[in-house]
């Protein structure tokens, strides 16, 4: 029997469910920073969480806010996404930084960018893992703003170092996952794996030889599940949050579905999974429209591998019992702390796979009573299941470490009022505003520096009035030049006497006219 519950629905979950509540319905998910390419203004990295979908062919499943990478996506047919190391949070959260199209993020890092094999957009050199991607789908949901892209990987660029690592030590390094945020500030906690894996990682049984360039190893997608390549596939696959999918089917009888893979996220709406067409849970959801995610954790790890085996309704036998119904027709879990009752926006059926991509959003949770009071999210979160591919391409499940949240000082990574300086899409770039404001107020820089950043994103926007060339591509390069320095100064009164020596350089304009 499970602990005491308590229910919430779609609006208690905000006005009488703590933020740890409503955080525990998230599953820590996985960090990335796609590249995209618009043929006009050049190359757009940003960070987003992502989660994978499909695994063969592996499909990488985002979604994007911003109305100008919205228009990117749109008009884009491949992209890569880049996976950073945990020592490259830095990086990461430069990514994030709001900044107008046609200022390229890569640069801000002070990153390089690293030639495709397959398709013409570059990925990220000095991250540890490429994937480089065909768009296969891409949803523009109504409501909200938010759309959804699928790409397909078609080659996957490694660090060769890493071929030769347990996969134990190399999940301590990446890739990192958006687990929690400081409800004040909202700025995201990335987190790791600790490195442990249920069972017992295997240790690599042979010296994988060097390949490639002797820094990349690149494997294209039709050669990825061939044996000599599965150190390569298996850290492709990133880890996945794992849970179980109850469905009613016509009967009204419990169907349980175990699930590794999506994205359970804070971003409305919060649930983008898939579901393989020739099982039970894609007839039920299709017709029902309805779902519940009940979150397993590390004691239950036995019952959640019985009930794999006795899927679909081996539920009493895998030592499961079901609570009172919530919001939704089908029933949650008594032994699962978390379950999240969930109606279906979109059901689409990704053109040329096996599987339907299904877009969600939380209307009911059915939670431990305890979770309330939880004061450090990681206790929660490190108990959650991850499935992490192993060497002989074995499932094995890892962890959250505990003891790896990293929370940067703020204002360096954007404003405190706003959380990071990346924003939501009806606040465009208002935390990038809001970071130049709290920089004013700190005394980092003056009023005019303030004026004249302003004056010339204004002028650079695209959606704005275009500034004709030579103009623009002076104003990209004064402002990638002054971003840069200005993102990794943090609270260095030497960088920011740079930063002022750099905008004294150019006189103050007042406005410019379009001709
Ligand atoms: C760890 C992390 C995860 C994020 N996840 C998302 C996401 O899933 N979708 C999104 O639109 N923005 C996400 N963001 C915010 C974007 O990085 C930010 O909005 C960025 O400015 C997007 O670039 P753009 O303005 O060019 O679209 C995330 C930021 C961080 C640091």
Redesign the pocket.
């Known amino acids: 029997m499970g602990k005491e519950k308590i229910q919430l629905n779609e609006v208690e979950m905000v006005t009488k469910g703590s933020t740890s509540q409503v955080g525990a319905t998230r599953m820590p998910r996985t960090?990335v920073i796609p590249v995209v390419n618009d043929p006009k203004y050049g190359l757009?990295a940003?960070?987003?969480?992502?989660g994978v979908v499909n695994l063969d062919p592996l499909h990488v499943l985002?979604?994007?806010?911003?109305p100008?990478?919205k228009l990117t996506y749109h008009k884009a047919t491949e992209f890569v996404v880049a996976l950073p190391r945990r020592d490259q949070i830095d990086h990461?959260?430069v990514?994030?930084?709001?900044?107008p199209?046609g200022i390229n993020?890569i640069e801000l890092a002070g990153w390089t960018e690293l030639p495709s094999q397959v398709i013409a957009t570059p990925g990220i050199k000095e991250v540890p893992l490429n994937l480089e991607c065909k768009k296969v789908h891409m949803i523009q949901l109504d409501e909200p703003l938010?759309c959804i892209l699928i790409g397909e990987v078609v080659g996957v660029s490694i660090d060769t170092h890493l071929l030769t690592l347990p996969r134990s030590e190399v999940i301590k390094q990446f890739p990192?996952h958006?687990a929690t945020s400081n409800p004040y500030t909202g700025i995201?906690g990335?987190s790791v794996l600790s490195g442990e894996l249920v069972p017992l990682a295997e240790q690599p049984q042979v010296d994988v030889e060097k390949r490639g360039d002797g820094e990349k190893t690149f494997v294209k997608a039709s050669d990825l599940y061939k044996p000599e390549n599965q150190a390569v596939a298996m850290n492709a696959i990133f880890p996945r949050p794992s849970y179980i999918l109850i469905t009613l089917d016509e009967k009204g009888h419990p169907n349980g579905l175990l699930t590794s893979g999506g994205l359970m996220?804070s971003?409305r709406p919060g649930v983008q999974i898939s579901v393989p067409k020739n099982s039970y849970s894609y007839e039920n959801i299709k017709r029902t429209g309805e779902f519940v995610y009940a979150i397993t954790t590390r004691d239950l790890l036995e019952n959640f591998e019985a009930m794999e085996n006795n899927t679909p309704d081996g539920f009493e036998a895998a030592g499961f019992s079901f609570l009172k119904p919530n919001q939704i027709k089908v029933l949650g879990l008594a032994e699962c702390p978390v379950n999240v009752d969930c109606k279906v926006l979109r059901f689409e059926d990704v053109p040329g796979t096996n599987y339907a991509v299904v877009v969600a959003k939380r209307v009911g949770v059915s939670i431990d009573k305890e979770i309330a009071n939880m004061p450090n999210m990681m206790d929660l979160y490190s108990k959650y299941l991850y499935a992490v591919v192993d060497r002989g391409m074995k499932r094995k499940w890892g962890f959250h470490d505990r003891e790896n949240l990293t929370v940067r000082p703020l204002p360096s990574w954007g404003s405190r009022y706003h959380g990071?300086?990346?924003?939501g899409p009806e606040q465009?770039?208002a935390?990038f505003n809001l970071w130049l404001l709290e920089l004013v107020q700190a005394g980092y820089i003056s009023d005019e520096e303030f004026f004249k950043i302003r004056l010339w994103v204004s002028w650079f926007r695209r959606e704005g009035f275009p500034a004709p060339e030579p103009l623009w591509s002076e104003l990209r390069q004064r402002l990638t030049r002054v971003l840069k320095m200005m993102v990794w100064a943090h609270r260095d009164y030497d960088k920011w006497h740079k930063v002022h020596q750099y905008l004294a350089k150019f006189t103050y304009q007042g406005s410019w006219k379009s001709p």
Request: proline letters at 3%; hydrophobic letters at 45%; charged letters at 10%.
């Open positions: 960090a757009n940003g960070a987003v969480s992502a985002f979604g994007v806010k911003s100008a990478s990461m959260w990514t994030a930084c709001s900044v199209v993020e938010r990192m958006e995201y990335p996220m971003a990071g300086w990346w924003t465009y770039q935390g």
